[in-house]
Nanobody
């Protein structure tokens, strides 16, 4: 079970942090990812991190602005979002995959999503 939190309203240029608690057994969790879905658009990849070696993949649109990290002790994944833009407005989802991937379909377990709104 995944539980995302931390969304909210922020002005353009501001920062926001998201958390995703991985509840339950984490063996086999190879990668954790953040995705987002804006109104009327398809869900898209944002960033992912491998559970064992902290290898990361970022979408070009967020490179240099967003940072993913995790705490194995707390079974929690974090997304720090800086220099936010109105186009970052979306529902953000955390998800778990059994392989390192940027593809939505490779993630089988999803959190409930948290809304991030960036005002101009």
């Amino acid at each position: 079970q995944l539980q995302a939190s931390g969304g909210g309203l922020v002005q353009a240029g501001g920062s926001l942090g998201l958390s995703c608690a991985v509840n339950g057994y984490t063996f086999g969790t190879l990668a954790m990812g953040w995705f987002r879905q804006a109104p009327g658009k398809e869900r898209e990849f944002v960033v992912a991190i491998t559970w064992s070696f902290d290898r990361t993949d970022y979408a070009d649109s967020v490179k240099g602005r967003f940072t993913i990290s995790k705490s194995s002790a707390k079974n929690t994944v974090y997304l720090q979002m800086n220099s936010l833009k109105p186009e970052d407005t979306a529902v953000y989802y955390c998800a778990r995959s059994l392989s390192r991937s940027t593809i939505v379909g490779d993630y089988a377990l999803w959190g409930q999503g948290t809304l991030v709104t960036v005002s101009s």
